[in-house]
């Protein structure tokens, strides 16, 4: 059983950085591919940054390239999203979510979610 754990969510001042980390168990060798998804009141859920468990392959969403990092620590089984330069309209539910490869993540296609972690950028 694929269990999903999120951390690291919280208040941040615009300009401010979070680190978000993704720790996961149960995930066999066909799903390659784990990713950050958000969603804000009232939109729908958007692809935030996607990273490959074999090849480290990433994606990132044009709305936080160059302000974000996504990054793997295979032997902790944990994916981390480090973001800087935070703004108000980062503001949103942030979810850790695994699936089959890059493809299905940069498709929102995936195939296990975590239970998400709120991130708020308010002054």
């Known amino acids: 059983q694929v269990q999903i754990v999120e951390s690291g969510g919280g208040l941040v001042q615009p300009g401010g950085s979070l680190r978000l980390s993704c720790t996961t168990s149960?995930?066999?060798?066909?799903?390659?591919?784990i990713g950050w998804f958000r969603q804000a009141p009232g939109k729908e859920r958007e692809r935030v940054a996607c990273?490959?468990?074999?090849?480290?392959?990433?994606y990132y969403e044009d709305s936080v390239k160059g302000r974000s990092t996504i990054s793997r620590d295979n032997a902790k089984n944990t994916v981390y999203l480090q973001m800087n330069s935070l703004k108000p309209e980062d503001t949103a539910i942030y979810s850790c979510?695994?699936?089959?490869?890059?493809?299905?993540?940069?498709?929102?296609?995936?195939?296990?979610w975590g239970q998400g972690t709120q991130v708020t950028v308010s002054s």
């Open positions: 979510a695994v699936g089959y490869d890059m493809l299905a993540c940069v498709g929102l296609a995936m195939n296990y």
């Open positions: 149960g995930v066999t060798a066909d799903s390659d591919a």
């Open positions: 990273i490959s468990r074999s090849d480290g392959e990433t």
